[in-house]
């Protein structure tokens, strides 16, 4: 089992940073990819960035070059750094890990809310 307690969020305004923190506690080792995804209102959840564990990453589309993810081993954090944010950013983001013991599972945590204001 993996719990995962994200932080992070609010409100910005367009074209500020912000940054989310996910703090994974448990099997740890068991992890093989963490990443964040997000939820709009009347939109499917989408990928924003995943990191695996030999250090290969995943962005999608429409955060490419604006944000970045990186995993602090040390304190069992990914942060997810959200540069040049737009409204369309709007979302619940949550956090995801992928972990690999006897099954592959995927754990996710209660989500935070980002609002970016015009």
């Known amino acids: 089992q993996v719990q995962l307690e994200e932080s992070g969020g609010g409100l910005v305004q367009a074209g500020g940073s912000m940054r989310l923190y996910c703090v994974a506690s448990?099997?740890?080792?068991?992890?093989?990819?963490l990443g964040w995804y997000r939820r709009a209102p009347g939109n499917q959840r989408e990928l924003v960035a995943s990191l695996t564990r030999g250090g290969s990453t995943n962005y999608g589309d429409s955060v490419r070059g604006r944000f970045t993810i990186s995993r602090d081993y040390a304190k069992n954090t990914a942060v997810l750094q959200m540069n040049s944010l737009k409204p369309e950013d709007t979302a619940v983001y949550y956090c995801?890990?992928?972990?690999?013991?006897?099954?592959?599972?995927?754990?996710w945590g209660q989500g935070t809310q980002v609002t970016v204001s015009a």
């Open positions: 448990g099997n740890i080792d068991s992890i093989v990819a």
């Open positions: 995801n890990a992928r972990a690999q013991a006897t099954v592959i599972a995927d754990y």
